[in-house]
């Protein structure tokens, strides 16, 4: 299932496994904010940020997971960096 959830939602992880809680030093049950680490294409860029400021892509996270939006107003507009833009200007010109 596929669910488009904008930069800056607020949501609540739920069965986060063992070794990512002690890798990013968090619980089995977090709030977190969903985010995108890029603006370039052909690349996984969909991750979620910890409290703690640690961030993870989704396709780290691994499959059955549990998630609830707690906000989605509290989105944020998503800015590439400069370099990206310029970059991605820069294919889309002919």
Not at 33 to 49: L, S, V
Not at 73 to 88: I, V
């Amino acid at each position: 299932m596929a669910v488009c959830v904008p930069p800056g939602a607020r949501l609540i992880l739920r069965d986060i496994p063992a070794r990512l809680q002690h890798d990013l030093e968090v619980s089995a049950v977090e709030d977190v904010t969903f985010t995108e680490r890029t603006a370039a294409g052909y690349t996984y860029r969909d991750a979620i940020r910890f409290k703690n400021g640690h961030d993870i892509l989704l396709q780290e996270l691994g499959g059955g997971k549990r998630v609830k939006v707690l906000d989605l107003s509290s989105s944020e507009a998503f800015e590439p960096a400069w370099e990206e833009r310029r970059e991605l200007q820069s294919r889309l010109r002919p």
